[in-house]
């Protein structure tokens, strides 16, 4: 796969990355919109310095480091992607909150159709947003969208400083609750 081009970029604006979904996954992991970079070679994460490939292997959950042109391995791992918003742009800070509320009740379906033990939401701000909980932590919710648990994980963009070092101990934990599977 070659990098993409500037012109590669500023033509993927807009665009979607198909979803990697199925029914009845372990988790469905959700990330808030896909970036240009991600959208130009479409394979979700795929901008070089994103540290979820490397978090999902830390944390346990890929048998070995993924490369994002690998995603549809995750199926048969329980393991699955989608966004809040569907379309990409060069920030997420580009999307308006009434297009992540819209996109939070377009997830809640599909998480209703497909009905995955948990939704792990990847950024904070963008589930206390999509589901208006301006208070969420990080963590594991509350709330169940139907019978899935749903659980927030901090954003692993490049940009995201603040967790760099306690992303796979955030992410193991989820891994950890899925593998104690429902409390009852």
Same mark, same amino acid.
């Given at each position: 796969?070659?990098?993409?081009?500037?012109?590669?970029?500023? &033509? !993927? *604006?807009?665009?979607?990355?198909? #979803?990697? /979904?199925?029914? @009845?996954?372990?988790? +469905?992991?959700?990330?808030?919109?896909?970036?240009?970079?991600?959208?130009?070679?479409?394979?979700?994460?795929?901008?070089?310095?994103?540290?979820?490939?490397?978090?999902?292997?830390?944390?346990?959950?890929?048998?070995?480091?993924?490369?994002?042109?690998?995603?549809?391995?995750?199926?048969?791992?329980?393991?699955?992607?989608?966004?809040?918003?569907?379309?990409?742009? &060069? !920030? *997420?800070?580009?999307?308006?909150? #009434?297009? /992540?509320?819209? @996109?939070?009740?377009? +997830?809640?379906?599909?998480?209703?159709?497909?009905?995955?033990?948990?939704?792990?939401?990847?950024?904070?701000?963008?589930?206390?947003?999509?589901?208006?909980?301006?208070?969420?932590?990080?963590?594991?919710?509350?709330?169940?969208?139907?019978?899935?648990?749903?659980?927030?994980?901090?954003?692993?963009?490049?940009?995201?400083?603040?967790?760099?070092?306690?992303?796979?101990?955030?992410?193991?934990?989820?891994?950890?609750?899925?593998?104690?599977?429902?409390?009852?």
């Amino acid at each position: 796969m070659t990098k993409p081009t500037r012109a590669d970029l500023l &033509a !993927a *604006a807009g665009k979607t990355v198909p #979803d990697v /979904i199925a029914p @009845g996954l372990k988790v +469905l992991f959700c990330g808030i919109n896909p970036g240009l970079y991600t959208a130009a070679i479409g394979h979700h994460f795929g901008r070089p310095g994103n540290r979820f490939w490397p978090t999902l292997h830390a944390a346990g959950f890929t048998p070995r480091l993924f490369d994002p042109s690998e995603e549809q391995e995750l199926l048969p791992l329980g393991c699955g992607i989608t966004n809040v918003v569907e379309r990409a742009t &060069a !920030a *997420a800070d580009e999307l308006t909150d #009434d297009e /992540i509320r819209s @996109g939070g009740a377009r +997830l809640a379906e599909r998480v209703r159709a497909l009905a995955p033990a948990f939704l792990a939401v990847l950024g904070v701000g963008a589930y206390r947003v999509a589901f208006g909980k301006p208070k969420a932590p990080v963590g594991e919710q509350p709330d169940r969208i139907g019978t899935t648990r749903v659980w927030v994980l901090p954003n692993p963009s490049g940009l995201n400083a603040f967790y760099h070092h306690r992303f796979a101990d955030e992410f193991r934990k989820l891994r950890e609750a899925v593998e104690a599977g429902d409390p009852k």
